[in-house]
């Protein structure tokens, strides 16, 4: 009977080669297959939401030692955002500075973009704030934390005036 080098009998060998090779591929075919159900179920139970507009609610102050005033809601309908660079605006006055909202495909190489900008009473920029390559969180629990943004605060430094404002996804 021929035997390996450590004096185990060669046709025992390839037994045990086939019965190893046997369970690895078992294996293999159980973890895919488990993965496989995984994956659906995930995706079955928790969907990438869609954002299809971004409301922003915007307060201000004529300073910073008085209280916040509201002043308005802005909403850009991201929806209505074509592939051909289309971009929606959404804008109010806070006291002497304007809040604008502005969604956009224009720049097809980073992908869709909001930017959230405060001007003063001039249309001089004061803040301008950029998110690119995509849509903004839905995250559920950012609704009750100052939305995507947190809550923002932007002075006007001739002035002093203040607005804050924070944005949500939905």
Known sequence: ???TEVGVPAAHTRRTGRARALVIGAVLVAAGIAGGWWLGHRSALSPA?????????VWWRPNTTTSPQAA?????DMAAVTMEGRT??????????RFLARYSNAQPY???SLSLDVTDSQGRPISHTLFQGGQPPTDEAAKNTGGF????????PDTGAEVQYSCNAE
Do not use: E
């Open 1 to 3: 009977m021929a035997t």
């Open 49 to 57: 939401p869609t954002a299809t507009s971004v409301t922003c609610s």
């Open 72 to 76: 308005g809601t802005v909403v850009v």
């Open 88 to 97: 929606r605006d959404s804008a109010l006055d806070a006291g002497k500075m």
């Open 110 to 112: 980073y992908g869709p």
């Open 149 to 156: 943004t947190g809550l923002q605060y932007i002075n006007d």
